[in-house]
């Protein structure tokens, strides 16, 4: 079946625009996360989205990053007034999060490149 | 919050050589995953083992919740099983996967 994707693969933006990264997690799959991962910081998580329930949003380092998932679905992360240091690889990841059951399954990943 | 320790950071080998790479957590957690990145960057799903044994051709993982640590052992390594292999635990009470810091392999024909 289907995994999970992303798009853009690639985004190359210029310091001070806004950007917005989509994912479409499996189907079927409840939970859905966002992690970055950059040199200096290895792979952290960002936000959290399980059901209807409040998004879990302790990993996001800013202000200028939300994040919303529409209909229990398809999710888009926004970075706003993006910042050299906000070039990374984001990643997208869901999971079914039934009977205990906690594997994440990750997309491929946007690399973003703030100049 | 929880600490995930990989060791070796890296490790070179022959192609045929087998190895044991080693991920250490600092609290009981709910799952471990292992993942092997790809030269492309995607994450690719080695192992789900909160603890046990489990074995997928070459591979294999053991995890002791115990003592807090789990083990990924390549066998008869080959070029392709270069990359970095990750470490990831999950509490459930965090909502988050936390990772370790990567082994970076090399394998060598």
């Known amino acids: 079946g289907a995994g999970v994707s992303q798009s853009p693969s690639n985004k190359v933006t210029e310091k001070g625009k806004d950007v917005e990264l989509r994912c479409d997690p499996i189907?079927?799959?409840?939970?859905l996360y966002w992690y970055r991962q950059s040199l200096g910081q290895g792979l952290e998580f960002l936000i959290y989205?399980?059901?209807?329930?409040?998004?879990?949003k302790s990993g996001l380092p800013s202000d200028r990053f939300s994040a919303e998932r529409t209909g229990g679905s398809v999710s888009t992360l926004t970075i706003q007034r993006t910042q050299q240091e906000d070039s990374a690889v984001y990643l997208c990841?869901?999971?079914?999060?039934?009977?205990?059951?906690?594997?994440?399954?990750f997309g491929p990943g946007t690399r973003l490149t703030v100049t | 919050g929880i600490q995930v320790e990989q060791s070796p950071p890296d490790l070179i080998l022959q192609e045929g050589a087998n190895s044991t790479l080693r991920c250490n957590f600092s609290?009981?957690?709910?799952?471990l995953q292992w993942f092997h990145q790809n030269p492309w960057g995607q994450l690719i799903n080695l192992f789900y083992?909160?603890?046990g044994t489990k074995q997928n051709g070459r591979l294999s993982a053991t995890t002791v919740a115990t003592e807090r640590y789990s083990l990924l052992y390549i066998s008869s390594s080959q070029t392709t099983d270069s990359g970095v292999y990750f470490c990831?635990?999950?509490?459930?009470?965090?909502?988050?996967?936390?990772f370790g810091g990567g082994t970076r392999v090399l394998v060598k024909p």
């Open positions: 990831a635990v999950f509490k459930a009470a965090s909502n988050k996967l936390t």
């Open positions: 989205f399980q059901g209807n329930s409040a998004p879990d």
């Open positions: 189907s079927g799959h409840t939970a």
């Open positions: 609290d009981s957690v709910n799952n």
């Open positions: 083992i909160p603890s």
């Open positions: 990841a869901s999971s079914l999060l039934s009977s205990g059951t906690y594997e994440q399954y």
